[in-house]
């Protein structure tokens, strides 16, 4: 009998043990165990001078694919399919971060040609430089530097460029009615530049197929390539705009920093109401996104589940006292 | 026929215990979770809550080991010492360079940083020669050069951006 009490016990204090492990995430467990080894943060040495690091390109009759199609162990149907997934597994390496930095740089100088140039305006552009730094620095990429700037256009437009450099129009400024909604526009910028959007566009790109690796040496040595990947991106976030669903996923975690940082989350989500009634010829924001009333269903959605959220300041008092005078 | 039957449940019980026994053991040592810093210049206070006393600052990609959450901030240990940080400043995963680093950092308050510098561990510097190569080859004016130079330097201290959030009750000064 005391056998058994003391085996009961010894059940207990460790089921009890087991119990409290439950807290563990086995979900970042396994996405530690499966993650790609690191990527290359700083540039690597320079190379010689010399053309781009060409992928591998399978062809016709060689390596093993060759050999079984060869002796009609596969049909060629077959043999394409392999060579396609061959190809997607030697696919260009993410583009590190010197290079992230010398295309959004180049690309940031675009943006100021094409839209206005600088807002001149030191008080105002550091009051949006404090709401985009505390934005960012709960994001999911708050280790790379960010910038901030206004352009000197009417139309309500924002954007977001690789390496950090982010925009907001004085004209889309005169919309905003507090530092919520602002925020909420910075977080989905932001989260573009967070979540690597459009570096991972242009590595998937045509522009960039038979490159393994893109090298700072390589943009520094051959100016034909940094100009195709300008001109490429260029028309991918002023004129065709990007995927859809990254536009949709970067309003997701735009909502989710600003709510983050304690802003009311609803912000963005309110600001698509105001931007559904400019008129959609001024804006890339509008001809490049998808509709406001699209994303004000998604948004609004999303905003439910936040509990208390609606309680949490909007901090329009402070936005008026900001920006009066400055616009 | 009694004490047979309280044998077999014994022995049954002495089976589940060990297995439990090994299974725990197994978990037991991931229960001291590690989190990481996100960005530079991340402030541990004494109590949870922005407005206690300030222990030091993390640089980014430090390593720190949770203790508990309390609301909006996280107690953890690091370099001895134990703290309070601000949740959305942690994460749960790993630099790619590798956790760890140096521990606290105790800095003053007013020690300037840039803005990019505040919130990142990343140096601070200007215009990529790439870019201003390019901005050569493609007619960008002088003026558009000077605009991005000047977001890239616009620089801020700690303090100025504890002061900004303090005001607007945002980030760990939010409720």
């Known amino acids: 009998?005391?056998?058994?009490?003391?085996?009961?016990?010894?059940?207990?204090?460790?089921?009890?043990?087991?119990?409290?492990?439950?807290?563990?995430?086995?979900?970042?467990?396994?996405?530690?165990?499966?993650?790609?080894?690191?990527?290359?943060?700083?540039?690597?040495?320079?190379?010689?001078?010399?053309?781009?690091?060409?992928?591998?390109?399978?062809?016709?009759?060689?390596?093993?694919?060759?050999?079984?199609?060869?002796?009609?162990?596969?049909?060629?149907?077959?043999?394409?399919?392999?060579?396609?997934?061959?190809?997607?597994?030697?696919?260009?390496?993410?583009?590190?971060?010197?290079?992230?930095?010398?295309?959004?740089?180049?690309?940031?100088?675009?943006?100021?040609?094409?839209?206005?140039?600088?807002?001149?305006?030191?008080?105002?552009?550091?009051?949006?430089?404090?709401?985009?730094?505390?934005?960012?620095?709960?994001?999911?990429?708050?280790?790379?530097?960010?910038?901030?700037?206004?352009?000197?256009?009417?139309?309500?437009?924002?954007?977001?460029?690789?390496?950090?450099?982010?925009?907001?129009?004085?004209?889309?400024?005169?919309?905003?009615?507090?530092?919520?909604?602002?925020?909420?526009?910075?977080?989905?910028?932001?989260?573009?530049?967070?979540?690597?959007?459009?570096?991972?566009?242009?590595?998937?790109?045509?522009?960039?197929?038979?490159f393994s690796q893109l090298t700072t040496s390589i943009l520094d040595s051959d100016p034909g390539v940094l100009n195709n990947i300008v001109k490429e991106m260029s028309t991918t976030l002023f004129t065709k705009g990007l995927d859809q669903n990254l536009e949709f996923e970067a309003d997701k975690f735009g909502m989710d920093y600003a709510y983050r940082v304690g802003y009311n989350a609803g912000g963005l989500r309110d600001f698509m109401k105001v931007l559904g009634k400019t008129q959609k010829s001024r804006s890339v924001l509008l001809s490049t996104h998808p509709t406001p009333r699209a994303r004000y269903g998604k948004l609004n959605a999303q905003a439910k589940r936040y509990r208390s959220a609606s309680l949490a300041p909007v901090l329009s008092q402070r936005y008026l006292a900001e920006t009066k005078g400055n616009l | 026929?009694?004490?047979?039957?309280?044998?077999?449940?014994?022995?049954?019980?002495?089976?589940?215990?060990?297995?439990?026994?090994?299974?725990?053991?197994?978990?037991?040592?991931?229960?001291?979770?590690?989190?990481?810093?996100?960005?530079?210049?991340?402030?541990?206070?004494?109590?949870?809550?922005?407005?206690?006393?300030?222990?030091?600052?993390?640089?980014?990609?430090?390593?720190?080991?949770?203790?508990?959450?309390?609301?909006?901030?996280?107690?953890?240990?690091?370099?001895?010492?134990?703290g309070y940080i601000f949740k959305f400043k942690l994460t749960s995963k790993a630099p790619s360079g590798g956790g760890g680093g140096g521990g606290l950092d105790l800095l003053s308050g007013n020690q300037k940083m840039a803005a990019a510098e505040s919130s990142s561990g990343s140096s601070i510097r200007g215009l990529s020669p790439i870019s201003e190569n390019y901005a050569r080859g493609h007619g960008i004016s002088a003026a558009d050069i000077s605009a991005v130079k000047k977001m890239e330097s616009l620089s801020f201290s700690s303090s100025q951006i504890d002061a900004f959030q303090e005001q607007g009750g945002i980030g760990p000064y939010a409720k």
Not at chain 1, 102 to 115: D, H, Q, R, T
Not at chain 1, 125 to 134: C, E, F, K, N
Not at chain 1, 158 to 171: H, K, L, N, Q, R
């Open chain 2, 1 to 82: 026929m009694r004490q047979r039957k309280f044998q077999m449940i014994e022995f049954f019980l002495k089976i589940v215990t060990i297995a439990a026994l090994i299974v725990g053991l197994w978990v037991i040592p991931a229960l001291a979770e590690t989190m990481y810093v996100k960005s530079a210049k991340t402030k541990m206070t004494a109590e949870p809550s922005a407005r206690s006393k300030s222990l030091g600052y993390l640089s980014a990609g430090q390593a720190v080991k949770v203790i508990a959450k309390e609301g909006r901030f996280i107690k953890v240990s690091v370099g001895g010492k134990k």
């Open chain 1, 1 to 210: 009998m005391k056998k058994l009490l003391i085996a009961l016990m010894a059940l207990g204090i460790t089921l009890g043990l087991v119990t409290a492990s439950w807290s563990i995430n086995f979900g970042d467990i396994l996405n530690e165990t499966l993650k790609p080894p690191p990527q290359k943060k700083a540039a690597p040495a320079p190379k010689p001078k010399a053309k781009a690091a060409p992928a591998a390109k399978p062809k016709g009759g060689g390596g093993l694919i060759g050999i079984l199609e060869g002796t009609g162990a596969i049909d060629k149907k077959t043999s394409g399919i392999l060579r396609g997934a061959t190809a997607v597994v030697q696919s260009m390496q993410p583009i590190g971060w010197e290079e992230e930095r010398a295309i959004g740089g180049s690309l940031a100088l675009e943006v100021f040609k094409n839209f206005g140039g600088q807002y001149k305006n030191d008080k105002l552009q550091r009051y949006i430089a404090l709401v985009g730094l505390t934005v960012a620095g709960v994001s999911d990429r708050a280790d790379i530097p960010y910038h901030f700037a206004i352009l000197n256009s009417s139309a309500p437009n924002a954007f977001a460029t690789p390496g950090g450099y982010i925009f907001v129009s004085s004209g889309l400024l005169k919309l905003v009615r507090n530092e919520a909604e602002l925020a909420g526009i910075l977080g989905h910028e932001i989260a573009h530049v967070a979540k690597r959007h459009a570096l991972k566009t242009i590595e998937r790109s045509k522009t960039l197929s038979g």
